[in-house]
Nanobody, 124 residues
Framework: QVRLVESGGGLVQAGGSLRLSCAAS????????MGWFRQAPGKERDFVAA????????AYADSVKGRFTISRDNAKNTVSLQMNSLKPEDTAVYYC?????????????????WGQGTQVTVSS
């Protein structure tokens, strides 16, 4: 059974940093795209960042470019999201996801497996 488990969320002041991690189990995802999405209350789930299987290609939402960095460790079947200079508008539940494709894509419906989410709250 495929399982994605996020960790690292929490409460942080504006300007602070958090590092989210996602551990995948049940199969090897080293050949697939991994991504992060977020969903604020009353809003749709939005793309945050994605990374190719090799880590050589990444994509970011405009709102997080220059502040967030996605990385992966295929040996450990993990993907991480380093979040710096956090803003109150970054507050959301953050989800890890896997897409069974080699293309770095940003649409939620193209992702096949999802974690349960981790809450990130940024206070002003």
């Amino acid at each position: 059974q495929v399982r994605l488990v996020e960790s690292g969320g929490g409460l942080v002041q504006a300007g602070g940093s958090l590092r989210l991690s996602c551990a995948a189990s049940g199969r090897t995802f080293s050949s697939y795209v991994m991504g992060w999405f977020r969903q604020a209350p009353g809003k749709e789930r939005d793309f945050v960042a994605a990374i190719s299987w090799s880590g050589g290609r990444t994509a970011y939402a405009d709102s997080v470019k220059g502040r967030f960095t996605i990385s992966r460790d295929n040996a450990k079947n993990t993907v991480s999201l380093q979040m710096n200079s956090l803003k109150p508008e970054d507050t959301a539940v953050y989800y890890c996801a896997v897409s069974q494709t080699i293309l770095v894509i940003t649409t939620p419906r193209s992702y096949d497996y999802w974690g349960q989410g981790t809450q990130v709250t940024v206070s002003s």
